[in-house]
Structure formats: structure tokens, C-alpha cells
């Protein structure tokens, strides 16, 4: 986090091979990769292993519409906690999930979910404090999430 606030540019180096250089931005906002992008933000990435269908990729309690020329290729899905959107009454789109875990971290809340056997966290405001084991629904926010290639770790963008 320090180097994101202090630098022009960053490098992410892997056990001293370099994964990334770039601006800070884009480290965040653009991985080159599943480390980067699991590495870079606090709480990690969520990533899920997907599937791709017809017409939407399907990764653990999120679904997705595919960018072209995907096919073949096994997928994760990456969502940072910030995206991924609660619904807390439990009505709405997106998946149900469980609430684990409530992380309460001052100026925010950590909901730690369970959505069938994945754990997905999800950052929140810092009154949004449900019990645990209330049922709630989640969803990725729109356009907001990343595809994996599942072998070589790649970020495939748009």
C-alpha cells in the first residue's frame, strides 16, 4: 500500500522476476496478472474458478458476460472486495451467500461470505454490521471484475 501512495510507478517483482511495471493505477486497476492482482489491495482479490458458457462465464456465486474469444481456455473470475456488491435484506440479483464473518476495521466492515464452497470478502461502510449467518445476495458490480487465464495466470482484458 505504501508504494501505491508514494510512487509515479511501481514494479511487482515475484521471487525476483518482474511480474508488472506501472503506474500505481495501474497495478490496481489493470493486473497484468493473478499475482498482481491478488497481491496489490488489502483485503486480496476474490478469484474463483469459472466456466465458460454460451452466454455468460459462471464463477462460483458470480456470473459474467464473456469478452470475445475466450474459448478453450479454462477461467477464473477476479472480483476485488470493494466490487462485489451486497444486498443485505437478501432480495435482489445476485447469488446468496451466508455472512461468516464480520471484520469491523474502522472506517469500513469486512463481510467474510459464504456462497456454496467459496469464501467471498466483500468490503462495506463502516455501519453495515449484519449478524452473523444472516442470508444476504451478492453480486459483482457491473463491469468491475477480471477473467483469468487459470494456467498461465494472465489477465485477459478486454
Same mark, same amino acid.
Given at each position: ?7 509515479d ?5 515475484r521471487? =525476483?522476476?518482474?511480474?508488472?511495471? $506501472? ?5 490496481? =486497476?489493470r493486473p497484468?496478472?493473478?499475482f498482481?492482482?491478488?497481491?496489490? =489491495?488489502?483485503? $486480496?482479490?476474490?478469484?474463483?474458478? *469459472? ?7 459462471? $464463477? ?17 473470475l ?10 443485505l435484506?437478501g432480495? =435482489?440479483?445476485?447469488?446468496? *451467500?451466508?455472512?461468516?464473518?464480520v !471484520?469491523?476495521?474502522?472506517? !469500513? ?12 470478502? *466483500? ?26 487465464? *487459470? ?8
Open positions: 500500500m505504501e508504494a501505491l501512495t508514494l510512487s510507478r511501481v514494479a511487482v517483482l521471487d =525476483g522476476v518482474v511480474q508488472q511495471v $506501472a503506474t500505481p493505477d495501474g497495478v490496481y =486497476g497484468g496478472n493473478r498482481v492482482a491478488t497481491f496489490i =489491495g488489502s483485503p $486480496a482479490m476474490n478469484v474463483v474458478p *469459472a466456466l465458460l458458457g454460451e452466454d455468460l462465464v459462471r $464463477a462460483g456465486p458470480f456470473a459474467v458476460k464473456p469478452a470475445a474469444g475466450l474459448g478453450g481456455r479454462r477461467l477464473e477476479g472480483v476485488r472486495p470493494e466490487h462485489v456488491l451486497v444486498a435484506d432480495s =435482489g440479483p445476485g447469488a446468496p *451467500a451466508e455472512v461468516q464473518l !471484520e469491523v476495521a474502522g472506517s !469500513e466492515t469486512f463481510l467474510h461470505l459464504a456462497a456454496g464452497p467459496h469464501t467471498i470478502v *466483500a468490503r462495506a461502510g463502516p455501519l453495515t454490521r449484519p449478524p452473523v449467518g444472516a442470508r444476504v445476495r451478492i453480486a459483482p458490480a457491473p463491469d468491475r471484475h477480471f477473467l483469468l487465464d *487459470a494456467d498461465s495466470g494472465a489477465t485477459l482484458h478486454p
